[in-house]
């Protein structure tokens, strides 16, 4: 399968406590990228911030991933508004205006003017609290209130949308 420019690469749970905690709050997918080519990926992680890698290691520290293809025909805009992110800090507290991105706050921002992806109200919970007692510990390090209802993005929903084609599993 021939990955394409702007395509995104979505990443299911890998079962680490953040996974668990964030796929418990809003669904399967955990993480996902942007496809510069066929061989390179610009990503938002915890561990680099905004960065560009080769495909093989996004593969390699993320595990398998489904491509979807955006339905549009301005993929080089959308390159080129990912591009000018790279370097940027992680948004650890997902705040809307929190300092760095999130991924799929990225993603959004990638293709601001081509495919809106509406935002959420973001959610913390379990499925038995509002606010997961892991998403309690983790704001409580940070100093800050948990966001519960701010808007924002994450990879399931915008997985969802009718302006993505699914093609395949690498």
């Not at 560009?52 to 959308?78: C, K, W």
């Not at 390090?141 to 519960?148: H, R, S, T």
Request: glycine fraction near 8%; include cysteine.
């Amino acid at each position: 399968m021939k990955i394409k420019a702007a395509d995104l690469l979505f990443v299911r749970n890998q079962h680490d406590d953040l996974d668990e905690a964030i796929a418990a709050a809003t669904g399967d997918y955990i993480h996902v990228g942007i496809a510069l080519d066929n061989y390179s990926v610009i990503h938002a992680s915890g561990r680099y911030g905004v960065v560009i890698q080769s495909l093989t290691e996004f593969i390699e520290n993320s595990g398998h991933a489904d491509i979807y293809r955006p339905m549009t025909n301005q993929v080089d805009r959308v390159i080129s508004q990912v591009q000018a992110f790279e370097g940027l800090p992680y948004n650890f507290s997902f705040y809307p205006d929190g300092p760095g991105l999130y991924c799929s706050q990225l993603v959004a921002l990638a293709f601001k003017g081509v495919i809106t992806f509406n935002e959420q109200p973001m959610q913390f919970g379990d499925g038995q609290h509002d606010i997961s007692d892991f998403w309690l510990n983790y704001y409580f390090k940070l100093g800050l209130a948990v966001p519960l209802n701010q808007p924002g993005t994450n990879p399931t929903d915008m997985s969802h949308s009718d302006q993505l084609e699914y093609i395949g599993r690498i």
